[in-house]
């Protein structure tokens, strides 16, 4: 049975449609909010926004009306929602208050991602979440928690990492040997590029500078699959990934190991990321271990084994969100968690760095995310990259230079920080 099937007799037997809670009412929020009022069986009850207006427009132009502005009112917004009139509120953290079914996280902001995720858990709320870099820093300390009690956490579908490991458990579920998998990036890495850089097309793509520079100095791809790495258990080969270009016609004879003519030093599996015409979609290369299955595969003209190519040639973000709603709530089954901790994303200078500096956040001026092993940031003491926004340098740091928890203060009341403070400690004992 589909979704869509299952959302209508879950709407019948119920007597209401899924009513999801979103965080978030920008660019991604408004798009994703349209979607769901779009998808049957559910239904936007309530938006959180800083600015609460944003929510009232976003809902407004999903094609919702009778809309509560309840701001920071709770009791308001609980009468609103009982009432099945849409509300829009002023904070996040009201949302599991009130009667939801899953709160849907899109407001771009790690430590706002993971503190919603936190407080929906220890509510026993259904959670969601479209902030991979919140994911990246304490998603395996959400993973454990919901795991262990009545909730589901999740990525949503529709990001690279989530479609890929919907490939890589396709190949799986078939038999055949994962050797790589990973996506294609629109641009080659510019890891020295900061805002000043990317305003012209930050203007034209009606983006802020800040998060294209995300994109355009590597972060994003390196946090993305970091993510792909910690779901699925696959390390990077090579510290930030290989990179390299390659067009999809290339894929299965490149991202295969150098013994058989590609570049991959060992037998995998490994997650990669690739530039060329892969983007916007996402790979898995395939091994087939038996003659006969290599034989067949041949025939069926996947191609020239015994490797093949399972390509995935879109991702659509938002567009997709609501089928790891019905995943959650329907099946009660998460569609990504990074259950290792097999890759961190960690730091390197963009530029010289003075002592006392007061680090920007993703995107800035100051730093770039590079992909590493676990083992190795736990042994150099490298920060995880989600944690450094407003951390206060205490030591000089050249270009490309790794950021170390030696090198500056952190800010110990974060919430983030707490979080990532209790899940080292987790791992250090063997729990996680």
């Not at 991604?28 to 427009?57: F, N, Y």
């Not at 304490?138 to 009690?149: E, F, H, I, K, T």
């Not at 790979?283 to 390509?311: A, Q, R």
């Not at 329907?330 to 010289?352: C, G, H, I, M, Y």
């Amino acid at each position: 049975m589909g979704y869509s099937a299952a959302l209508r007799r879950r709407t019948e037997q119920t007597g209401r449609p899924i009513r999801v809670g979103v965080v978030g009412a920008g660019q991604m929020g408004s798009g994703l909010i349209a979607q769901i009022c779009q998808t049957p069986g559910m239904t936007v009850a309530a938006v959180a926004d800083i600015v609460p207006e944003k929510a009232v427009a976003a809902l407004e132009n999903a094609g919702l009306t009778d809309i509560v502005n309840a701001g920071s009112k709770l009791d308001a917004a609980h009468c609103a929602v009982a009432e099945e009139r849409p509300v829009a509120l002023s904070d996040g953290l009201m949302l599991p208050e009130l009667d939801l079914d899953i709160v849907l996280e899109v407001s771009g902001v790690p430590e706002i991602a993971a503190l919603i995720a936190y407080t929906c858990i220890t509510k026993k709320m259904d959670v969601a979440l479209m902030t991979v870099e919140a994911d990246i820093t304490v998603g395996p300390l959400l993973s454990r928690m919901a795991n262990a009690g009545d909730s589901v956490y999740t990525i949503c579908r529709g990001d690279e990492p989530v479609e890929c490991l919907k490939l890589v458990e396709y190949a799986e579920d078939l038999g055949l040997t994962v050797i790589s998998a990973g996506k294609g990036k629109n641009n080659p890495n510019r890891p020295h590029s900061v805002p000043a850089d990317n305003e012209a097309e930050a203007a034209r793509k009606n983006m802020n500078p800040r998060m294209l520079t995300e994109f355009t100095d590597g972060t994003k791809t390196q946090l993305e699959m970091a993510a792909l790495s910690n779901a699925t258990g696959f390390p990077v080969e090579v510290e930030g990934m290989h990179g390299r270009e390659v067009n999809v016609a290339e894929l299965a004879e490149q991202l295969i190991p150098v013994t058989d003519g590609g570049f991959l030093e060992s037998d995998g599996p490994v997650v990669e990321y690739v530039t060329g015409d892969v983007a916007p979609g996402v790979f898995v290369i395939v091994k087939s271990e038996s003659d006969v299955v290599t034989h067949e595969l041949d025939y069926l003209k996947l191609g020239k084994g015994p490797y093949y190519l399972f390509y995935r040639p879109w991702h659509i973000a938002s567009i997709e969100a609501p089928l790891s709603i019905a995943e959650a709530v329907l099946n009660r089954r998460p569609d990504f968690q990074s259950t290792t901790v097999t890759t961190e994303v960690v730091a390197r200078a963009k530029s010289a760095l003075e002592s006392g500096t007061v680090l920007e956040g993703m995107g800035g001026d100051h730093y770039y995310g590079w992909a590493v092993p676990a083992e190795k940031a736990r042994r150099e003491k490298l920060v995880p990259i989600g944690l450094l926004n407003s951390a206060t340098l205490t030591a000089s740091k050249g270009t490309d230079e790794f950021l170390t928890y030696n090198d500056l203060q952190l800010d110990e009341s974060r919430p983030l920080v707490a979080m990532r403070r209790m899940q080292d400690t987790l791992v250090a004992k063997g729990v996680i």
